[in-house]
């Protein structure tokens, strides 16, 4: 839609809220036909099953609402079925991540999940990363693992490029894929799962110095990607753990429910795991006292890391190009992770209430869903106007898809608007009897803020446009 369309579109929808013109808006005609084109409640496949009252369960928000919500079911210890309304969101997260990495020129590929054997042999990883590795044989004796990680992978490819030129760096590569790990104790739903999805990422500059600008690159992307999202990061520094290097840091959500620990200051800006730590707390950088440096301790749960890795893989695989004297060079290396599944569950284990999933907007499964009148009731002539409403506002720039109507006319209001702030749809809009009126009412919920007023068409499509073009 060009921006002349949707200004027309946008004046043509503002006149149907205003009382004083003689054209009579569209609901007050027969209903459209393309209710069968309309993405209705009744058509989707939610679970009614409620998650026991489980120790794992009661102590993880997020378990608790994803499972009651219909959004996800264990298939297993560690395992979960990403339902419908949580699949789009993830989809939708992932299309976010893969805009973000498109703005400092990454590239997005895709390696196999299983890995042979050979590779973290060469590494010496096969033997350090101990029983989490999910290891397998084929039918021919063949040994290869389900890969938690693909450094091995990644720089045995690029070390068998051996034309790669300095021309072609910084090289940043990057995929989404489905991870493994085999945790002892997998718990907390998606947050420790037994296999999850994860963003991934692997560069190659020529440099130390230009390695460690694509490090701060990344590290300001994975900052913008938060902001988009709408949720408080903490960047720590971190432990490098089996992957290796020199420098790494890690990002955080700050919630009860996380494992790790982290030590940080606002005020000289301390930031660090207690993994990385001597003693019980860590010591000013800068020297102040305990009142001057109010060093705080947060509970948090790791949704990013960054490593800056050096040679450590690229020398064991040859991996090089060549300088622009005809040399190869050793290729110096970092790599990026994002627990994708795992953000999705941390961001409704930080903004969710009570019973009620809360999601970031941006990746919220659907945006707006509509409650009409129930059928039978004095106000059921509403319905017409809710069908009407949908249509309309699946017109308007960044709702088309985006837009549910809760089509179980058999249940009232109450109950189906109960059951949207359960999922946590971003905007509800009630169709009740003050929609009858001679200038539509519709009763509007922002379900992120907490509020609820009456506005008229004019008004509605004013806030929703409005806060739309403002992500």
């Known amino acids: 839609m060009t921006g002349r369309q949707s200004r027309i579109l946008l004046a043509k929808l503002l006149n149907h809220g205003n009382s004083n013109t003689t054209r009579a808006p569209p609901w007050q005609h027969c209903i459209r036909q393309v209710s069968t084109k309309r993405i209705c409640v009744s058509n989707m496949f939610l679970p009614s099953y409620k998650c026991p009252p489980a120790k794992d369960v009661t102590k993880c928000k997020s378990l608790q609402l994803m499972l009651n919500a219909g959004l996800i079911q264990s298939a297993g210890p560690g395992t979960f079925h990403f339902l419908p309304l949580a699949l789009r969101s993830l989809e939708k997260l992932i299309k976010l991540i893969d805009s973000t990495m498109g703005e400092i020129g990454a590239q997005k590929i895709a390696m196999p999940c299983l890995t042979k054997a050979e590779l973290w042999k060469t590494s010496g990883r096969w033997d350090t990363m101990g029983a989490e590795l999910f290891r397998l044989s084929d039918r021919h004796g063949g040994e290869y693992c389900l890969g938690p990680t693909h450094e091995e992978a990644i720089t045995s490819l690029i070390g068998a490029e051996k034309s790669l030129s ?13 991870k493994f790990r085999d945790e002892m104790t997998p718990k907390f739903g998606l947050l420790r799962g037994r296999e999850f999805y994860m963003k991934d990422m692997y560069t190659f500059d020529s440099t130390e110095a230009q390695a460690m600008e694509t490090y701060n690159a990344v590290c300001v992307a994975y900052e913008t990607l938060f902001r988009r999202l709408g949720v408080a990061c903490l960047k720590a520094v971190g432990d490098t753990g089996s992957i290796g290097g020199s420098v790494s840091h890690e990002y955080h959500f700050i919630a009860e429910t996380g494992e790790d620990k982290v030590f940080h200051c606002s005020k000289c800006g301390l930031s660090k795991n207690k993994e990385v730590i001597d003693g019980d707390k860590p010591p000013c950088p800068e020297g102040l006292s305990a009142t001057d440096c109010p ?14 890795l050096g040679t450590k893989y690229s020398q064991v695989f040859d991996a090089s190009y060549v300088d622009p004297s005809g040399k190869h060079r050793t290729l110096e290396m970092g790599c990026y992770g994002l627990g994708v599944s795992r953000i999705l569950a941390a961001c409704i284990e930080v903004l969710s209430k009570g019973s009620e999933v809360r999601w970031p907007r941006l990746i919220a499964p659907y945006q707006v869903c509509i409650v009409p009148p129930k059928a039978g009731s004095k106000e059921e002539q509403g319905i017409q106007i809710a069908e009407s409403l949908y249509d309309d506002i699946s017109q308007l720039p960044g709702f088309r898809g985006e837009v549910v109507i809760d089509d179980r006319y058999d249940k009232t209001i109450g109950h189906r608007r109960k059951d949207a702030n359960i999922i946590g749809y971003p905007y509800v809009i009630v169709v009740g009897k003050k929609a009858l009126q001679q200038e539509h009412l519709f009763e509007l919920h922002s379900t992120n803020i907490g509020n609820s007023n009456f506005v008229n068409m004019g008004e509605l499509v004013q806030k929703l446009t409005t806060e739309s073009a403002e992500l």
């Open 295 to 308: 060093i705080e301790h947060h509970h948090a749960i790791e949704v990013g890391h960054t490593f800056y």
């Open 166 to 178: 300095y021309k072609h760096l910084p090289l940043r590569l990057y995929q989404t894929t489905t």
